[in-house]
């Protein structure tokens, strides 16, 4: 029995020493994954280059935001309706485009990014938090923008252009619509409990488009429609404009990927500001404000341009991939994402589709014109989201 046992005790530790060297052994045979924090400044020269991309992004950003402004409002220029029909639908999608792929996702990139410290911003998804709160803050300033005075009363003689209506009158399967008939009609479908025609645009209630159409407004709702487009305009300018800021100081100070990047951001911003020099130009703009349109477009155009300017003038310094400005660049990513989001999904596409009577009398193929231009503009957003 003792050789019995000697021999059995010979062989388990045999099996432990093989199995302790094995362990020691795996993570030489096996994957290992190394994390590079460093300052994400890969500046390498090209000043002549990197200095040509203020002006040629400048130049894009102006033909895409300014360009539909002075089309649309200039008395000496006739616009295609057909044209500006496209560059709305297609700038919407470019808008909700943006908010999902341009900022959302590098948002939840740069906070939850291995290079920041263990803590409360990568125990939590503060991306989407942060993002979700936007949402609600926007809506309320929407919410008391239409309900106490913050632009005054002094808008009886506001003006909207809208070349793209006539797309829309000429695809309409009625005439077009009367607000104050939609009311009535919906009042009396109501009394006899029958549900409502396809032509009452009595539904959704809040009536036609207030971000990018022209309404006749009756007495008491004329200010609440005033003031909510208003807001919608400010809110979507200031989402895209601080976008604008970070891409263009990432541009400044991008190492290897330079190149690609600038390409792709002149696209970018063309697009981008097509999204909101369409809107810019279809709002009702009082006589008194003629010159607000053109200065909130060039605000826009130059957000990037000055962005990459501050980047090269302190680039020796700049650290992008430093914890401190990923938790930066993250927080602005969501709200702005938040912003476009809202914005995108709730002024343009529902109030555009459900809530404009114009459109909802429109035939199918009309509508679904529309909506092939949105989904082109969110398609190439996409596409290019995976370069920038």
Partial sequence: MSMLSSALGAILRARQDDSSDAADAAPES??????????????????GVRISSIFVILVGALLGAVLPVVLARGTKVQVPGKAFFVAKYFGSGVIIGTAFMHLLSPAFDALKSPCLPDGPITDYDWAAGICLMTVFVMFTIELLASRFDFFGHNHDDAQAIDPSLDILKKGNQTSSPSPVRDVEAGSANKENNSPALPTDVSYPPGGEDHLGHQREHRDNDSHTAFAAQMTGLFILEFGVVFHSIFIGLTLAVSGDEFTVLYIVLVFHQTFEGLGLGSRLATAQWPASKWWMPYVLALGYALSTPIAIAIGLGVRTTLEPGSPKTLIINGIFDSISAGI????????????????????????????????????LGCGLMAVLAEWA
């Fill in 30 to 47: 096996g994957f290992s994954v190394t994390v590079d924090c460093d300052s994400g400044n890969g500046y390498d020269g090209r000043l």
């Fill in 340 to 375: 476009l989001i809202y914005t995108g999904l709730v002024e343009l596409l529902a109030h555009e589709f459900m809530f404009n009577s114009y459109m909802r009398n429109a035939g199918l193929k009309v509508q679904l014109f529309a909506l092939g231009c949105v989904a």
